[in-house]
């Protein structure tokens, strides 16, 4: 089947924990540190989803045991929002919990290489009202949900005041 498709913009992801479980275990200052934390993992059919980041100009890649692992990125987040463990998420949807302190950035230097967000639908001379609605919606609030960089505000990094 023919598809149309539209970019809505990029998807960042951040690895994050609770202030309480960086009080706790410390605040990882390099990548191989991750290993000795516990981490919250996402995976689906016995498949854990490995972490990859961009770190001196190369994508790299984290395999992450997880602590806990979960098939539902708002269980991850909640996890780390309990202290449960280092959380790798995208940045909009722990924008809120970030900007209300209960979860702080950790290494922010290590930002993942995005993943690209498209609207697509079946293409066709005729698009239903209700499809034309929705992806009009979606083209006017899902760039900022997905922006580039820390979401809402200023950078919320272990070691500073949220």
Same mark, same amino acid.
């Given at each position: 089947?023919?598809?149309?498709?539209?970019?809505?913009?990029?998807?960042?992801?951040?690895?994050?924990?609770?202030?309480?479980?960086?009080?706790?275990?410390?605040?990882?200052?390099?990548?191989?540190?991750?290993?000795?934390?516990?981490?919250?993992?996402?995976?689906?059919?016995?498949?854990?989803?490995?972490?990859?980041?961009?770190?001196?100009?190369?994508?790299?890649?984290?395999?992450?045991?997880?602590?806990?692992?979960?098939?539902?990125?708002? =269980?991850?987040?909640?996890?780390?929002?309990?202290?449960?463990?280092?959380?790798?998420?995208?940045?909009?949807?722990?924008?809120?919990?970030?900007?209300?302190?209960?979860?702080?950035?950790?290494?922010?230097?290590?930002?993942?290489?995005?993943?690209?967000?498209?609207?697509?639908?079946?293409?066709?001379?005729?698009?239903?009202?209700?499809?034309?609605?929705?992806?009009?919606?979606?083209? =006017?609030?899902?760039?900022?949900?997905?922006?580039?960089?820390?979401?809402?505000? =200023?950078?919320?990094?272990?070691?500073?005041?949220?």
């Amino acid at each position: 089947a023919d598809l149309k498709a539209r970019r809505l913009g990029m998807q960042t992801m951040v690895l994050c924990a609770s202030p309480s479980y960086l009080r706790r275990r410390g605040t990882p200052s390099a990548p191989q540190d991750i290993a000795a934390h516990d981490t919250l993992a996402y995976g689906k059919r016995g498949r854990v989803v490995p972490w990859r980041f961009t770190h001196d100009g190369r994508v790299q890649e984290i395999r992450t045991g997880g602590r806990l692992r979960f098939d539902d990125l708002e =269980a991850i987040a909640a996890a780390a929002v309990a202290g449960s463990g280092l959380a790798w998420l995208p940045s909009w949807l722990v924008a809120a919990q970030m900007d209300a302190g209960l979860l702080t950035e950790v290494l922010p230097a290590l930002r993942g290489p995005g993943f690209e967000v498209y609207a697509v639908w079946p293409a066709g001379r005729h698009v239903p009202m209700r499809v034309r609605v929705v992806i009009d919606a979606l083209v =006017a609030s899902m760039p900022a949900l997905v922006q580039t960089g820390v979401p809402a505000g =200023a950078p919320h990094t272990a070691g500073e005041s949220a």
